[in-house]
């Protein structure tokens, strides 16, 4: 059965970078791209961008370029997130998601919550 | 971007009863639609997808329709695990905009 699985909570100062991991089972990984979905707290669904997991090429949201950095290794079938200079307003819920039928989401990782405070 | 209006904010029904959900679209996006549920504390499920499919295991109760700028989910007679945060989402452009959701409340 198809399982996206994320890396647990982080906490962060400002200006710290993060990594989020996003690891793929029960599927050819390379046949589907990722998505990646922020929540901001108490907030809607936001769309940042998502990577082509057969060429690694990564598509960015407007407002997630620069800082973001979306990467992947399909030899351990993982998608990664990184987060540079970390604010304050990065805190939110970071979900992965299987890309079906050309956008969307239809097996999401249990998100992934980073907390940037001093 | 294209911009996603969901009405109402907020729904509030009694099990048993129907539910319509509305999402209109700032310019056509022909049927790439799609439906998530989200849970407190958990990850979104997709419900519907381009406009009027059911995604996996997801029961008959669930309805999609709408082309262009206009799209409903229906919810035949609510189960009390239907209440929810529905959200819409569109392929059309990028990026893929949600919708800001509809709370779906117990009256």
């Known amino acids: 059965q198809v399982q996206v699985v994320q890396s647990g909570s982080e906490l962060r100062k400002p200006g710290a970078s993060v990594k989020v991991s996003c690891k793929a089972s029960?599927?050819?990984?390379?046949?589907?791209?990722i998505n990646w979905v922020r929540q901001a707290p108490g907030q809607g669904l936001e769309c940042m961008g998502w990577?082509?997991?057969?060429?690694?090429?990564?598509t960015y949201a407007q407002g997630f370029t620069g800082r973001f950095v979306l990467s992947v290794d399909s030899s351990v079938n993982t998608a990664y997130l990184q987060i540079t200079s970390l604010k304050a307003e990065d805190t939110a819920v970071y979900f992965c998601?299987?890309?079906?039928?050309?956008?969307?989401?239809?097996?999401w990782g249990q998100g992934t919550l980073v907390t940037v405070s001093s | 971007d294209i911009v996603l209006t969901q009405s109402p904010a907020t729904l509030s029904l009694s099990p048993g009863e129907r539910a319509t959900l509305s999402c209109r679209a700032s310019q056509s996006i022909s049927s790439y639609l799609a439906w998530y549920q989200q849970k407190p504390g958990q990850a979104p499920r997709l419900l519907i997808y381009?406009?009027?499919n059911r995604a996996t295991g997801i029961p008959a109760t669930f309805s999609g329709s709408g082309s262009g700028t206009d799209f409903t989910l229906t919810i035949s007679s609510l189960e009390p695990e239907d209440f929810a945060v529905y959200y819409c989402q569109q392929r059309s452009g990028w990026p893929h905009t949600f919708g800001q959701g509809t709370k779906l409340e117990i009256k």
């Open positions: 381009d406009a009027s």
């Open positions: 998601a299987r890309s079906y039928g050309g956008g969307w989401n239809d097996y």
């Open positions: 029960g599927y050819t990984f390379r046949q589907y791209a």
């Open positions: 990577i082509n997991t057969n060429t690694g090429t990564p």
